[in-house]
């Protein structure tokens, strides 16, 4: 049985990022994912759009724009082939959401302008998701092809379909997370789908409004271009067939932002977010919720336990629920996981798993 020292579940943005900051620590590492290609699940079907959050000032606003400042920094340093940097118009969907704006104008974190019925943003970027995830993991060994239906502890070693030998496992599977039996994570899918088309109509930046409208990149025919629209949500929904009704959809939300000549629809994407329940990502240690129960009964009564005591699971890590932001979040995150696991340096409690479980025993273990 071949054996690693870490093995990575889930070849999308957080494994595929994970993997790359995580093979300058180790040579003993194997990317696994059922698909036959790596970010052909979510990953894959995404836009992608950087952009950064408005509101008024608050923790998940904090995080968003950290991680925008990293991801757009490590992506044009390191992956300027799969970033176009061309900035994103933000435009108000009514009166009501320009009054919203109005008011978010002392948080704003980035540099803006008043651009034609919108607010520009030289921050915003788009990117070409799956090639992205290509690129990330281009040295790495990888197992593709392959479903991890197995997944158990034999002593410090995980076992992985009877087949693979890991000492530590990392869980990116987004969306479908069957594998780990830990009804705490609450981990919501949220389908979405994502077209491509080809128009006449030249744009010099992306645009958002109800929906998300690339610039346009160079097609195969003169004077001709490829626009990117996303994105549909299906809440609650892992798996669905791409179809019509979610592309006319979309071209009617994009119509209402921009003018499409001779839109032809050339491919459609679908995929599942993974959305956690308070909206933050989680990376971390998971927690063994009957051990730790079973340990400490009195914590289902709301008795405290200090989170130093929870019983956790050995040498298991998960990297998820990133939501809509997967290609925001996903560098920054995996750095911090990697600095986690090698430097020992603290995660923020509000992106740890803990803070699941612990609101988790409160609600519903009484
Ligand atoms: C239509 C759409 C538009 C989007 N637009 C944007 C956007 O503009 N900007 C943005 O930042 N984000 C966007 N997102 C969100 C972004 O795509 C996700 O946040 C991100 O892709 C999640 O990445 P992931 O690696 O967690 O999951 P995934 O990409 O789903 O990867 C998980 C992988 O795990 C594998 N896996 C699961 N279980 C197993 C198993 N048992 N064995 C082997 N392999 C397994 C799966 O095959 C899959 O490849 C969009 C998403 C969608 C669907």
């Not at 757009?72 to 390191?78: A, L, R, S």
């Not at 933000?90 to 019925?117: A, T, V």
Request: charged share 25%; glycine share 6%; net charge neutral.
């Amino acid at each position: 049985m071949k054996m690693y020292d870490y093995v990575i579940i889930g070849a999308g943005i957080a494994g595929s990022s994970t993997a790359y900051f995580l093979s300058k620590k180790t040579d003993s590492l194997l990317l696994i994912d059922k698909k036959t290609e790596v970010g052909d699940a979510a990953s894959g079907a995404a836009g992608a759009f950087l952009s950064p959050l408005l509101g008024k000032p608050n923790k998940f606003k904090d995080l968003v724009t950290t991680a925008l400042k990293f991801s757009t920094n490590f992506y044009m340093k390191n992956f300027s082939d799969c970033i176009d940097n061309c900035g994103t118009l933000r435009i108000p969907k009514d009166e009501k959401d320009e009054e919203k704006f109005h008011s978010y104008k002392d948080s704003m974190d980035f540099n803006y302008e008043q651009k034609h019925n919108g607010y520009f943003f030289k921050i915003g970027s788009v990117i070409k998701s799956q090639k992205l995830c290509q690129n990330l993991t281009k040295d790495i060994e990888k197992k593709l092809g392959y479903e991890i239906k197995l997944l158990c502890q034999d002593e410090n070693l995980w076992i992985i379909n009877d087949q693979i030998k890991a000492k530590n496992i990392i869980l990116c599977t987004g969306a479908d997370v069957s594998l780990i039996d830990e009804s705490y994570l609450g981990i919501r899918p949220v389908w979405g789908q994502r077209i491509d088309i080809k128009t006449k109509s030249l744009f010099k930046y992306n645009y958002h409004k109800e929906c998300s409208v690339s610039k346009s990149f160079e097609s195969d025919e003169k004077d001709h271009y490829i626009v990117s629209i996303g994105a549909t949500h299906h809440r609650n929904v892992l798996d669905k067939e791409v179809d019509n009704s979610d592309t006319e959809q979309l071209l009617k939300k994009a119509s209402d932002i921009v003018q499409l000549d001779g839109a032809e629809v050339l491919n459609l994407y679908g995929g599942a977010r993974a959305s956690s329940m308070d909206y933050f990502p989680m990376i971390g240690k998971l927690i063994d919720s009957s051990k730790t129960l079973q340990e400490y009964p009195h914590m289902r009564h709301g008795s405290f336990v200090d989170e130093s005591k929870f019983t956790m699971y050995e040498n298991l890590y998960i990297f998820n629920g990133v939501g809509g932001r997967g290609f925001v979040l996903s560098p920054y995150l995996a750095n911090e996981l990697v600095n986690y696991i090698f430097e020992h340096k603290d995660i923020d409690s509000d992106i740890l798993p803990n803070r699941l479980f612990k609101r988790w025993v409160k609600k519903y273990n009484k």
